[in-house]
């Protein structure tokens, strides 16, 4: 079974410029999340989908993260414009829709703001 | 509110030795409770996690879990531990009856170095 797909690995962007992650979740998988992870902390929800709606962003930097599933299948995470506090790194995790279900995470997208 | 705590920033055993990485939890009901390990630069891979029933639990690489009610506690063993386990775990909870929420409470990770 192949697992969460993200792309691409490692970024390096301007401040104010614009970027863009995709994640593309185990096959069957309806539920699909995003984080952040700043070094040397724990993951932080950005934004949980089911299907393709909403669940849960209410710790989305709103004013410039926007995220989008479509066809609940892929999706995309975009920040625009990008500040210095944004270099992290950006997981893509996925589940069923079951109890006590496991989230598998994808490898990663780096993200480095100079 | 619900948090989870690992108390030690990092642990460092010998290779061959046991090892523990401590978890304690405050969620209101019975928890969900997981696991998982952070390798440099790789994503976060699941160990395992207890959902209800046997309060030991077995898992991936052959890490196992006890999960303690009246401590609150869901502390991480192995019982030889190994260099290529060097890394960085993480414990997290989830609240039962959350519906659709299934947003997990993550601790701030633990560095486990085991020494050869």
């Known amino acids: 079974e192949a697992g969460v797909a993200q792309s691409p690995r490692y970024k390096i962007i301007e401040k104010r410029q614009s970027v863009a992650f995709w994640c593309n979740p185990i096959s069957g998988h309806a539920t699909l999340y995003w984080y952040q992870q700043i070094l040397g902390q724990g993951p932080k929800l950005l934004i949980q989908f089911q299907n393709n709606g909403v669940v849960d962003d209410s710790q989305l930097p709103k004013d410039r993260f926007s995220a989008e599933r479509l066809k609940g299948v892929d999706s995309t995470l975009k920040i625009q414009p990008a500040k210095l506090e944004d270099s992290a790194v950006y997981l893509c995790?996925?589940?069923?829709?079951?109890?006590?279900?496991?989230?598998?995470f994808g490898p990663g997208t780096r993200l480095t703001v100079l | 509110a619900q948090s989870v705590a690992q108390p030690e920033d990092q642990v460092n055993v010998a290779e061959g030795n046991p090892l523990t990485v401590k978890c304690t939890y405050s969620?209101?009901?019975?928890?969900?409770l997981f696991w998982y390990v952070q390798y440099p630069n790789r994503g976060l891979q699941f160990l395992l996690k207890?959902?209800?029933?046997d309060n030991l639990v077995k898992g991936s690489y052959g890490f196992e879990a006890e999960f303690n009610k009246s401590q609150t506690s869901f502390h991480l063993k192995k019982p030889s531990a190994l260099v290529s386990d060097s890394a960085l775990y993480f414990c997290?909870?989830?609240?039962?009856?959350?519906?659709?929420?299934?947003?997990?409470?993550w601790g701030l990770g633990t560095s486990l170095a085991v020494n050869p």
């Open positions: 997290a909870v989830r609240a039962p009856n959350a519906g659709n929420n299934r947003k997990l409470i």
């Open positions: 969620v209101s009901g019975n928890p969900y």
């Open positions: 995790a996925s589940s069923t829709v079951g109890v006590g279900d496991t989230q598998y």
């Open positions: 207890y959902i209800t029933g």
